[in-house]
Every structure is written in structure tokens, then in C-alpha cells.
């Protein structure tokens, strides 16, 4: 099946800091979903994106589907947007009858006061 | 607004007892996703279903069954908890076509004892 890595696995930023986190995927993709889990372990939708660029205020997201890659950039990082964030995939070729998402495993985004 | 949520956030059950955990969306979309998410394995799809009384076999069925009478309703069933099937369970909605932006509910922490 279509394989997710995201990169860097964890990242620690001081309040302010803009941050750029990284999602490959190993095929052709029809959907890219970018989500934030809180603390809670709810997953918040950010952005739906398998090609293209959008921006939702200090967020904004990049797939270049050719490349096979998407990035999500966070601009003036605050506390609260901490938490886990994953990238997750839907393959043309995900096999089984399965058409779920396959998730990456994940940054651990830590913002420091 | 998206709405997917599930009816419990913690639950605490004993090997060998049945399990429902319930799924309710009211977006009226066709498919609904049932996933676990563990630490080092990440989120990995259990079933899905994309219409009434139909449904799929995920990445990891074994140990579950599920149910769909209801279009809006989506339950997933342990018919004899086990240990090993403390997690995570997240449940997940999208309109017809697969390939479009999934919604989830904030999530059922189980633990088997």
C-alpha cells in the first residue's frame, strides 16, 4: 500500500517562530487531508488539499501532487497550536476494497512561552 | 457546521464483555470509518461502510463487527473485548465519492481491564 512519512518526527519552537512541517507519500494521491490532534484527541480538519496551495490565516498548505509531497506552514507559532499533526492520504490504489485514509505517523509540534 | 460525534469519550469495560461503541453524523453522508489509533502504530482503518446495512473490511476487521441501520448511524462492535483491544477509536464521515475531505468524531478512549 501507498506509504506516508512526515518529517521532522518532533519539533520544539519558541512562541513566534514560523515552522514547515513535511509529508511524502510513495504514489499518486486523489485526497490530502492536513490535521491537528488536540490534546483531547480530536482531529481537527485544517485543510483538504491533494494539489495546489490554500491558506487559512496563519496556516497554509502546499501539494505538489507530481512530486508527490504536501507542506503546512505555521506562521507565529502560539501554545495553542501545539499539539500532534498529521498528514493523511487516500490512494487510487489503496487495494482491499479499502478506502480509507492511510496517516502518516505524525509531528509532535511542542510551542514554548 | 460538520458534526460527527460518538457516545462516549472514556470507557472502561472487562475481558470478554460486548462492546458498542456509536457513531452519529448529521451531515448525511454516505460513508462512514471506523479507525483505532495506537502509540507506534498511528491510525489504522477497522471497517467502513458507504451505505444502510452495507459494509467493508479495513486494514484490521479481526476482533470486530459493525453495524448500520441507520444512514446517519454507524456502530462498531466488540463481541468480546480483549486486552489488546484497548485504544483509541475514532469514527470518521464523507460524502459519497471516497475521495473527499473526512470528518471525525472527537473520539472513544476504551480500555479493557
Redesign the interface.
Known amino acids: 500500500g501507498i506509504q506516508v512519512e512526515q518529517s521532522p518526527p518532533d519539533l520544539i519552537l519558541q512562541e513566534g517562530a514560523n515552522s514547515t512541517l513535511r509529508c511524502n507519500f510513495s504514489d499518486s494521491v486523489?485526497?490530502l487531508?492536513w490535521?491537528h490532534q488536540n490534546p483531547?484527541?480530536?482531529?481537527i480538519?485544517l485543510f483538504?488539499i491533494?494539489s495546489g496551495t490554500k491558506q487559512n490565516g496563519r496556516l497554509s498548505a502546499t501539494t505538489v501532487a507530481t512530486e508527490r509531497y504536501s507542506l503546512l506552514y505555521i506562521s507565529s507559532s502560539q501554545t495553542t497550536d501545539s499539539g500532534v499533526y498529521?498528514c493523511?492520504v487516500?490512494s487510487?490504489y489503496s487495494g482491499?476494497?479499502?478506502?480509507?485514509?492511510t496517516?502518516?505517523?505524525?509531528t509532535h509540534l511542542i510551542i514554548q512561552p | 457546521d460538520v458534526k460527527v460525534t460518538q457516545s462516549s469519550r472514556y470507557l472502561v469495560k472487562r475481558t470478554g464483555e460486548k462492546v458498542f461503541l456509536e457513531c452519529v453524523q448529521d451531515m448525511d453522508h454516505e460513508n462512514m470509518f471506523w479507525y483505532r489509533q495506537d502509540p507506534g502504530l498511528g491510525l489504522r482503518l477497522i471497517y467502513f461502510s458507504y451505505d444502510v446495512k452495507m459494509k467493508e473490511k479495513g486494514d484490521i476487521p479481526e476482533g470486530y463487527s459493525v453495524s448500520r441501520e441507520k444512514k446517519e448511524r454507524f456502530s462498531l462492535i466488540l463481541e468480546s473485548a480483549s486486552t489488546n483491544q484497548t485504544s483509541m477509536y475514532l469514527c470518521a464521515s464523507t460524502i459519497r465519492d471516497f475521495h473527499n475531505e473526512q470528518f471525525f468524531g472527537p473520539g472513544t478512549r476504551l480500555t479493557v481491564l
Open positions: 486523489n485526497n487531508q490535521f483531547w484527541g480530536q482531529l480538519n483538504y491533494p498529521f493523511a487516500d487510487p482491499g476494497g479499502a478506502d480509507g485514509l496517516f502518516g505517523k505524525g
